[in-house]
Each structure stands twice: as C-alpha cells, then as structure tokens.
T-cell receptor, first 111, second 112 residues
C-alpha cells in the first residue's frame, strides 16, 4: 500500500502565478478530498469528489481554486491566480467509510 | 452548530504520565468521532475513533471517553512516550455522510 501520494512536496510561487498540485489516491477509495491547513484556520475543506464526481467545491474557495479528478487514480488542484494568503499546506485525502487517508501534503509559499 | 472545539491548545507531559486531550461539539447529529494524529511534515492519520452509541473505546495506550449528554469527549494517552509528541485533531461527522469537521488541534509534547 503506497498510500496517498502528493506532488510536489514544496512549491514556491510568485503572486499571480498559476500552480497545479497533484494527488494520487489509494486505489479503491471512492471519496477524494482536498483540504487546506493553516495554523490560524486549521483544516478547511476545499473540494470533495465521490466516484470522480464533484460533490462540493468549497464555497468561498470557488473563485480561484479548481479541483479536478481526471480518473480514479489522479486528481489536481489548480490555484489561479495565486495570492500570498494562499500560503499553506494543501492536503489530499482518500475516504473510506468515514475514515480519511491523508497524503503528506504540499507546502505552498506565495511570495 | 458545526464547530468542534479542542483544549488545551498545547500540552506538555513527562514521559510515563497520562495525557488528557479534550474535545466538545455542538451538532447533536454527529455520531462518529475520530481522532487523528499528525507528525510534522506528514498528513493526519487516524489514531482511534468512537461511535456515539459507546461511551468508551480503548486501543492499547489510547482511550476515548465519550459523554453524549454533555457533547464532550476526551482522549487519554496512558504511559506517554516521546514518540507520542504530535498534534492531535478531534473530528466529528455523521456516519454515511462525508463532511468531517475538525477541531483546531492539541499539540502534545512528551518530555523524557
């Protein structure tokens, strides 16, 4: 079991850039989540997919954040354009019976 | 109504002591309460969980005590080890649902 794989582990972007974060979930999990983690806000849900269909697109994050699930084994999170306040750790998680299996995350720094 | 609160924000205990982490919630519809453990540089990982039909769940040195009437639960870590030093998140959801509400976490440091 390779677990959930996220790439890159670290990303540095300039304000206004477009960045794409990648996630390879564990095979067999029907649910896929993108979370943002910061010290102040904690864990915030960005997007949720069930069986590759987008079920929730994160409300306040809709305008510059777009998650896609191209197939059952690959998902991306695009942030366009990036802003300094987007600096955070972005976590992808597969879901199975109410349990979340998180990747190690991508630490994004926006200058 | 969706909030999950944790206290304390940080906790330091000596090796061998019992660490007690507290959690409360507001939404009485929540019936599943997992605790996640997160080490620096890693994502959170499920540590132990409890359903609201139970008032206690044990797994080795980790025990959840659950009080449905007061909407409170706590995680007890017996015989704490330095390797237990991590951030612990209390979470709540409804079984069959997908939304998991996380608390803000308790950062535990176990000193040798």
């Amino acid at each position: 079991d390779a677990g959930v794989t996220q790439t890159p582990r670290h990303e540095v972007a300039e304000k206004g850039q477009t960045i794409i974060l990648k996630c390879e979930p564990v095979s067999g999990h029907n649910d896929l989540f993108w979370y943002r983690q910061t010290k102040i806000q904690g864990l915030e849900l960005l997007s949720y997919f069930r069986s590759k269909s987008l079920m929730e697109d994160g409300g306040a994050f809709k305008d510059r954040f777009k998650a896609e699930m191209l197939n059952s084994s690959f998902s991306t999170l695009k942030i366009q354009p990036t802003e300094p306040k987007d600096s955070a750790v972005y976590l992808c998680a597969g879901g199975d019976q109410n349990t979340l299996y998180f990747g190690a995350g991508t630490r994004l720094s926006v200058l | 109504q969706q909030q999950v609160r944790q206290s304390p924000q940080s906790l330091t205990v000596w090796e061998g002591e019992t660490a007690i982490l507290n959690c409360s919630y507001e939404n009485s519809a929540f019936d599943y309460f997992p605790w996640y453990q997160q080490f620096p540089g890693e994502g959170p990982a499920l540590l132990i969980s409890i359903l609201s039909v139970s008032d206690k769940k044990e797994d080795g040195r980790f025990t959840i005590f659950f009080n449905k009437r007061e909407k409170k639960l706590s995680l007890h870590i017996a015989d704490s080890q330095p390797g237990d030093s991590a951030t612990y998140f209390c979470a709540a959801s409804r079984t069959g649902g997908y939304k998991v509400v996380f608390g803000s976490g308790t950062r535990l440091l176990v000193s040798p």
